[in-house]
């Protein structure tokens, strides 16, 4: 009997663009608009409103591995802020933040300079100062980036995962994919 081998992906999700492969009836895109790889889902999810690293696979442990908290694999995280990032607010995220609900786990938390990115296709309208932070979390709750600056006074305009464990976005340009080396599944499996 021949074994199929696993497929896994690095895509580039784009801003509006869901993380899935069926639009619903919304009318925006989906992963089947740039990826034409059968039987691959993704492993979390970005929001419509957020970019950056997606990785899909048919590797049902692996997808249970990155998305699962309890395993520990680490998110990276680039959000331009409206407001100032000042050292309070970010040892306050770094402690975790008391939301609705749910407190967030100890993260990483630190002011960047501008990462180069892209231009996004709807421009960010701030209505005061900026600033790029790197946020590096263990966990991925549902907008969970977005509640937390929002809980220390930063809101969050525009958001990318940069990176998963060891595997970085690197140059790949929005709405591009590719295939993981040997090396970074490795690093994903641990």
């Given at each position: 009997m021949?074994?199929?081998?696993?497929?896994?992906?690095?895509?580039?999700?784009?801003?509006?663009?869901?993380s899935q492969f069926?639009?619903?009836?919304?009318?925006?895109?989906?992963?089947?608009?740039?990826?034409?790889?059968?039987?691959?889902?993704?492993?979390?999810r970005l929001d419509r409103d957020s970019e950056g690293l997606l990785l899909l696979t048919d590797d049902g442990a692996l997808i249970k591995k990155i998305s699962d908290p309890q395993h520990h694999v680490e998110k990276t995280y680039w959000a331009l802020v409206e407001g100032e990032p000042t050292p309070e607010k970010l040892t306050k995220l770094e402690r975790g933040i008391q939301l609705k609900g749910y407190r967030t786990r100890p993260c990483q938390a630190r002011l960047i300079p501008d990462p180069n990115l892209p231009a996004r296709p709807k421009p960010v309208t701030p209505h005061g100062p900026t600033a790029?932070?790197?946020?590096?979390?263990?966990?991925?709750?549902?907008?969970?980036?977005?509640?937390?600056?929002?809980?220390?006074?930063l809101f969050t305009l525009r958001l990318v995962r940069a990176a998963i464990g060891a595997v970085q976005l690197g140059n790949l340009a929005p709405g591009r994919w590719r295939?993981?080396?040997q090396g970074e599944l490795r690093s994903l499996r641990g």
């Open positions: 021949i074994i199929p081998s696993m497929k896994y992906i690095l895509f580039n999700k784009p801003y509006g663009a869901l069926t639009d619903e009836g919304t009318g925006h895109a989906t992963l089947k608009d740039f990826i034409a790889v059968p039987n691959v889902y993704a492993a979390g790029w932070i790197e946020l590096k979390l263990r966990e991925g709750k549902k907008r969970q980036v977005r509640h937390m600056t929002a809980a220390v006074g295939e993981l080396t």
